[in-house]
């Protein structure tokens, strides 16, 4: 059995250094979910880190400047030139020199490695319960501050504080899309999208983060799920704390250069994203799940997949439908075959949802 423990961060854990050279450093932390060993005594704690280095280079600017212009943005469209600079240049970012740094928790050290293909680490830090009491302490939102120093190159990177929240094995969960559902993306019309994640400001569907505290004032946890490269967390996480969306864990897309990860952005959602979400449910066979996302691309089709597969987990799937969008009631009804009418709705507006999750009751097992 796993029993659930969340581990969430608030704000992106940035830990800055000066690597060899000019070239500056930086370990990005990202939140991940966290759950108890076997003998339920302890907790194995996921960490998740992005190691790289700002590539400066005039070679990385002139190839910026050609990407922008194959984007289509002319001068007038570049209201805030900081915005795509600041965005477009994490995906020509280079792998940091220093290829590994030692992360502390409390007493325990654990050393991570950074991956030479798009400098990714995963390792797992497994501490008691007592200890995890001793080092944290609890907000007024019932989430744990938890004190991480790390090193890299030699260097003491500062200390950070990591926000966890201790989640019971029972209860809600949201399952939440970002593009097109909590965030305008227009995904369906390319140019589109990629101005909106490259060159403008990231806009919130309104009343969506009204909606969404709501819930979780209820005891409802948030996981949001994207197709978003990793590369994107940091502002991502900015437009979701200054729109107040409640915080959650985030679940991403792998993208590198080196290898075959960059062809994660050309495969479609139908394979990438219930690889992502299954997983959750299958961790927490005890909580009850909130699916949201939109009609823009294939959410209708895979949550309707993943509530004929989980229909004891699965209690409410709600599909926004965008602007330019008619709802198709032949497309629904093949969507959610065999899935009780009553679960799932599309809706255009935040106020058609309802703000009362009547669905929080435990499963009986």
């Not at 704000?11 to 250094?17: G, I, S, Y």
């Not at 070679?59 to 212009?69: G, V």
């Not at 280079?94 to 991956?115: C, H, I, M, N, T």
């Not at 909106?196 to 949001?224: C, D, V």
């Amino acid at each position: 059995m796993f029993i659930a423990t969340d581990y969430l961060t608030d704000n992106c854990v940035l830990l800055r250094t000066e690597m060899l050279g000019a070239a500056r450093g930086e370990i990005v932390f990202f939140p991940t979910l966290c759950g108890s060993t076997p003998d339920a005594d302890s907790l194995d704690i996921p960490i998740h880190a992005w190691s790289f280095e700002h590539n400066d280079s005039k070679a990385t600017h002139f190839l910026l400047r050609l990407a922008a212009k194959a984007l289509g943005c002319e001068k007038s469209e570049l209201s805030d030139p900081s915005i795509y600079w600041k965005r477009a240049s994490l995906f020509v970012a280079r792998q940091a020199k220093s290829a590994g740094a030692v992360v502390r928790v409390g007493e325990r050290l654990l050393p991570l490695k950074f991956s030479s293909m798009d400098g990714h680490s995963w390792a797992k830090l497994t501490i008691s319960r007592g200890e995890l009491e001793k080092i944290t302490a609890e907000n007024s939102l019932g989430e744990r501050t938890l004190t991480i120093q790390a090193w890299s190159g030699g260097l003491l990177a500062r200390s950070h504080r990591v926000h966890t929240k201790l989640l019971a094995p029972a209860g809600i969960s949201v399952i939440s899309d970002i593009d097109d559902t909590i965030k305008l993306s227009h995904v369906h019309d390319k140019r589109e999208l990629l101005a909106n994640t490259f060159t403008r400001s990231f806009k919130p569907i309104p009343g969506m983060a009204a909606l969404y505290q709501e819930w979780r004032q209820q005891g409802a946890s948030f996981h949001y799920v994207s197709s978003t490269p990793w590369q994107l967390y940091g502002p991502l996480e900015e437009f979701m704390t200054s729109h107040n969306f409640p915080s959650g864990t985030f679940h991403l897309k792998s993208f590198g250069w080196r290898g075959l990860s960059w062809t994660n952005l050309f495969k479609s959602p139908l394979r990438t994203k219930p690889k992502t979400i299954e997983p959750i449910l299958k961790s927490f066979p005890q909580r009850r799940f909130v699916l949201v996302g939109d009609a823009g691309e294939k959410d209708p089709e895979i949550y309707g997949e993943l509530a004929r597969k989980y229909s004891s987990q699965i209690a409410k799937v709600f599909i926004r439908l965008p602007e330019s969008f008619d709802e198709n009631p032949s497309r629904f009804s093949r969507a959610f075959r065999d899935f009780d009418s009553a679960k799932w709705m599309a809706f255009r507006s935040a106020s058609e949802l309802p703000s009362r999750l009547e669905c929080a009751e435990n499963i009986s097992k």
